[in-house]
């Protein structure tokens, strides 16, 4: 059972506006969240992660934004840029627990010039 | 750093050939993991390792696929017999687990075909 959910597996969003890629979580222990970008014929690499003791991370250009009570998160991108398009995953982490990630399906998003 | 290594980028084989994946690690991370990624599931754990030791295997598909790490810096991931839906990328991470990080390092994949 896929315990973090990645709805929308694409996205298409004009240079210049934001992008919300959106992830959804049903295990009540995760308490740490990381979004990873893939390009193609190359690993995932990290991106930007956030604390469950807080509801956003700011890093540039991106920040996530966390809804502890809807189990949900959310990574935004302002301006979105042409190099930006690439696969988005969402991971999550019980850090009382063991140390591996769980993984959504992933979201492509392509940034129209 | 050179980062995560793995060998081979590509390989194609046929149905009940056995197919051994390489990774080499960041040098001085404790943690490594085998992946594998699909269309239908995403980023699927196999397993992963703790210095050295495998700590949980429950996602290894069955038991044609086996993961061995005989040191701090190489780690094999074999199918055998190999199978068609075994095809897939298959990614390797490593990781430091240090002042709450959880990041992981990935490799750049091998893309497994079996025909």
Redesign the interface.
Known sequence: D?QVK?NSPSLSVQEGRISILNCDYTNSMFD?F?W?KKYP??????LI?I?SIKDKNEDGRFTVFLNKSAKHLSLHIVPSQPGDSAVY?C?A?A?GG?????????TRLTVIP | DAGVIQSPRHEVTEMGQEVTLRCKPISGHDYLFWYRQTMMRGLELLIYFNNNVPIDDSGMPEDRFSAKMPNASFSTLKIQPSEPRDSAVYFCASSLQRDRKYEQYFGPGTRLTVT
């Open positions: 896929q990645q740490y990381l990873y014929a190359e690993g995932p690499t990290f992660s604390s995953f991971a982490s850090t063991a140390n591996n990630l769980f993984f959504g399906t992933g």
